[in-house]
């Protein structure tokens, strides 16, 4: 999208001023306060409130929600609510799974993607339903 266009959009789905901090707000809140990446609400944000493209809906929010996971972390760390040890190891982890994730997720097409996406949060979803 280029600036022209995001000029006629209305405010609340421009790309700059209020509304992406409105959506930072949103996904940072429930980053912090569930502790499930506030991806699960931006990246449907970033595509369907504000068009942006799928592949970089998801490295946006990669971004955004390893940022905002830092002050998360920090305030929980300050009360003692971290586990430095067990994160490390996971962290260990979770950055060779990010790495191989982000290089699938690269060989998707956005119709797929979407597919996939729904269908993890679905099933995400029922589980905590169920077994909550």
Do not use: C, K
Not at 78 to 94: E, I, M, N, P, S
């Amino acid at each position: 999208m280029d600036h022209q266009d995001n000029a006629r959009r209305p405010a609340w789905r421009r790309l700059e001023g209020w509304a992406p901090l409105v959506a930072g707000v949103l996904t940072g809140g429930v980053n912090g306060l569930l502790g499930v990446g506030g991806g699960t609400l931006l990246v449907p944000a970033l595509v369907y409130w504000f068009g942006v493209p799928d592949h970089r809906a998801h490295g946006t929010s990669i971004l955004v929600v390893g940022l905002t996971s830092i002050i998360s972390a920090a305030v929980y760390a300050a009360r003692g609510l971290v586990d430095l040890q067990l994160a490390w190891q996971v962290a260990a982890g979770g950055m060779v799974g990010a790495a191989l994730g982000a290089r699938w997720m690269e060989r998707l097409q956005p119709r797929g993607l979407r597919r996939l996406y729904g269908w993890f949060l679905l099933l995400l979803g029922l589980r905590m339903l169920v077994f909550g």
